[in-house]
């Protein structure tokens, strides 16, 4: 079974950068599971962040970058705002038409 | 712009069907693959099901393979779950979600998501 590991929770300060990271229980994470990641605040609907490893979505603020850092898929926030304070999910493609999301990491900005 | 309204939300019993459908408009639908994505109460997104732009492949994770099944109408911009044999474990609010295609791999487009409660 495929699981997709991300940090459950994640601070940073006003003005910092952080980087959450999305990895495979079964290998490494390359550029041909298409990383993608979305932003969800509670009760809200995810929004597209990144996809395509490190392709911003239209209207998505340059401070988010995707990237792959090592065996794993990275989301770097730079210059954290208050309102980046949400839930973060990455999603790989496995081919074939499936999907997997990450458990998710909640970010704290304080 | 780009528009995804998911309607058939609702409680149902243990054992009991629902079909959840998810109205598009804004783009062209038959152009496009389509998944449905689902969070249970206070816990994170899970992939449910995938379904090729033409209704000609459909992909399901195992947790609901065999009890749903995703399909689409085309000619009316519409696409569906049908959910057979729900269990307490199938309690979740369901998102349409458009794939952006074009040899990228994202769900680039949300609906604002329809609860399912099944509960005795």
């Known amino acids: 079974q495929t699981v997709v590991t991300q940090e459950p929770s994640f601070s940073v300060s006003p003005g910092g950068t952080v980087t959450l990271t999305c990895g495979l229980n079964s290998g490494s994470v390359s550029t041909n599971y298409y990383p993608s990641w979305y932003q969800q605040t509670p009760g809200q609907t995810p929004r597209t962040l990144i996809y395509t490893t490190n392709t911003r979505s239209s209207g998505v603020p340059d401070r988010f970058s995707g990237s792959i850092l090592g065996n794993k898929a990275a989301l770097t926030i730079t210059g954290a705002q208050a309102d980046d304070e949400s839930d973060y999910y990455c999603a790989l493609f496995l081919g074939g038409g499936l999907w997997v999301f990450g458990g998710g990491t909640k970010l704290t900005v304080l | 712009q780009v528009q995804l309204v998911e309607s058939g939300a609702g409680v149902v019993q243990p054992g009991g069907s629902l079909r959840l459908s998810c109205a598009a408009s804004?783009?062209?639908?038959?152009?496009?693959?389509m998944h449905w994505v689902r969070q249970a109460p206070g816990k994170g997104l899970e992939w449910v099901a995938f379904?090729?732009?033409?209704?000609?492949?459909?992909k399901y994770a195992d947790s609901v393979k065999g009890r749903l099944t995703i399909s689409r109408d085309n000619f009316k911009d519409t696409l569906y779950l049908q959910m057979n044999s729900l269990t307490i474990e199938d309690t979740a609010v369901y998102y349409c979600a458009k794939d952006s295609g074009g040899g990228d791999c994202a769900l680039d487009y949300w609906g604002q998501g329809a609860l399912v409660t099944v509960s005795s």
């Open positions: 379904i090729w732009f033409d209704g000609s492949s459909k």
């Open positions: 804004g783009f062209t639908f038959s152009n496009y693959n």
